[in-house]
């Protein structure tokens, strides 16, 4: 079973260990629950959070706009950040690195080649964590027919128990339910031999848990 956990609050299984029997994709901040077999993330404080403890050394992990530069470039570009931001670098240095500023500090991130991590090309401004994880699961299993997706609240407003879901969209999250069911129609034309369930509303948690114990 392929399993798709996005970041909405509709997230009401009693235990995430069921799904360490599965394939899954998650999003962001999941990890600190569960860590799926791929992570898919795109907030900043969160990529730093699993480069600078290891965590990319273990685990699969797919970023947006995460281009290695090379050592050589090192000098040159520390020597020309703008003096009124701080620097935050990493330690040991290694062959390659990442540079972004992010809330007035420019960072220095070296990236091992050991490390696990990923750069998704498409991955642009308009698509969000939800949406990318559970295209990228279509891309890397194109035979698959089923998609079990947990915690896509922008595709209902209330899961079948009854949970209200209110709007659980983050600062970088800033976009309409619209947006995201244009997102998802385009990967329901990507892939139009794929089907997805999506739990709370096609099928109840319970019966989802039932279906993760088989």
């Known amino acids: 079973m392929i399993i798709v956990i996005g970041n909405g609050q509709s997230k009401s299984v009693s235990d995430f260990n069921l799904f ?11 990890y600190r629950k569960f860590m799926p077999n791929h992570l898919i993330c795109q907030d900043m404080n969160i990529q730093l959070e699993l480069i600078t403890n290891d965590f990319t050394k273990k685990h699969k992990c797919y970023f947006r706009g995460f281009n290695l530069i090379p050592s050589m470039h090192y000098s040159m570009l520390k020597q020309s950040v703008d003096k009124r931001l701080k620097i935050g670098e990493n330690l040991p240095a290694t062959d390659n690195f990442i540079q972004f500023a992010h809330e007035g500090v420019m960072y220095f991130i070296w990236i091992d080649s050991s490390d ?3 750069n998704i090309e498409w991955w642009d401004d ?89």
Request: one cysteine or more; a negative charge; aromatic letters at 16%.
């Open 20 to 30: 360490k029997k599965h394939l899954t994709y998650g999003c962001d901040s999941i």
């Open 116 to 118: 696990l991590t990923e």
């Open 126 to 214: 308009d698509w969000i964590s939800d949406t990318v994880a559970l295209r990228l699961a279509c891309q890397q299993n194109p035979s698959e027919t089923f998609f079990y997706c947990v915690g896509f609240d922008y595709f209902h407003d209330q899961t079948s128990e009854g949970i209200f879901l209110g709007s659980n969209i983050t600062k970088f999250h800033e976009i309409d339910n619209t947006s995201w069911l244009k997102q998802h129609k385009q990967i329901e034309e990507e892939f139009p031999n794929s089907k997805f369930i999506f739990v709370g509303k096609n099928m109840s948690y319970e019966e989802f848990e039932n279906l993760l114990n088989k």
